[in-house]
């Protein structure tokens, strides 16, 4: 079956752009997350959608960041007046929700702040 | 505070070579603690989920055991396509999980 896609795969941007970053969960998840990887780091939480609960957003690094989930499903990350730091790997993830169900990730999107 | 640690951050094995991953965790309340494994431009592959001391689950070359304190990923006999960064993570509430930097591992042909 079809796993998360993410889009696009690469996104190269002037600092001071928007952009947004999207997301396809597997169908009948309920649970989205993102994380944001840097080069050699870890994963860094950013958000978290549970049906329709109010997301839990306290990841979020600044107010520059916001996400929204329409219709349960597909999910737009939003990056306002992007900053040089701001460039790394945008991760996906969902899942079947509840304690204990593994998350399933796409490949990312790269994001580049020139 | 809830932590996960992983050793060693990389590992060079020659084909063959068993070896051992580590991942150290403090957390109130595991509900449960997951191993990936992920290739370079990819996303993270869910290989194992472990919920209580003393279980342990296989998969192909891969062996993950948990402890109240500790999680081994076991891999025997590894091949060049088992290099990959491996990572875990515990999950302590309904939904927020705390991630390991993980281990880069290179299996040398």
């Known amino acids: 079956g079809a796993g998360v896609s993410q889009s696009p795969s690469n996104k190269v941007t002037e600092k001071g752009k928007d952009v947004e970053l999207r997301c396809d969960p597997i169908s009948g998840h309920t649970a989205l997350y993102w994380y944001r990887q840097s080069l050699g780091q870890g994963l860094e939480f950013l958000i978290y959608?549970?049906?329709?609960?109010?997301?839990?957003k306290s990841g979020l690094p600044s107010d520059r960041f916001s996400a929204e989930r329409t219709g349960g499903s597909v999910s737009t990350l939003t990056i306002q007046r992007t900053q040089q730091e701001d460039s790394a790997v945008y991760l996906c993830?969902?899942?079947?929700?509840?304690?204990?169900?593994?998350?399933?990730f796409g490949n990312g999107t790269r994001l580049t702040v020139t | 505070e809830d932590q996960v640690t992983q050793s060693p951050e990389a590992l060079r094995l020659q084909e063959g070579e068993s070896s051992s991953l580590n991942c150290s965790y403090t957390?109130?309340?595991?509900?449960?603690l997951f191993w990936y494994r992920q290739d370079p431009g990819k996303g993270p592959e869910f290989l194992f989920t472990?919920?209580?001391?003393?279980e342990e689950k296989e998969k192909e070359r891969l062996k993950a055991t948990l402890t109240k304190k500790e999680s081994f990923l076991h891999i025997t006999a590894p091949k060049p396509e088992d290099s990959a960064t491996y990572l875990c993570a515990v999950q302590a509430s309904n939904y927020q999980l705390i991630w390991g930097a993980g281990t880069k591992l290179i299996i040398k042909p």
């Open positions: 993830a969902s899942s079947l929700g509840g304690g204990g169900s593994p998350l399933h």
């Open positions: 959608f549970q049906g329709n609960s109010a997301p839990d």
């Open positions: 472990l919920y209580s001391a003393g």
């Open positions: 957390v109130s309340g595991l509900r449960g």
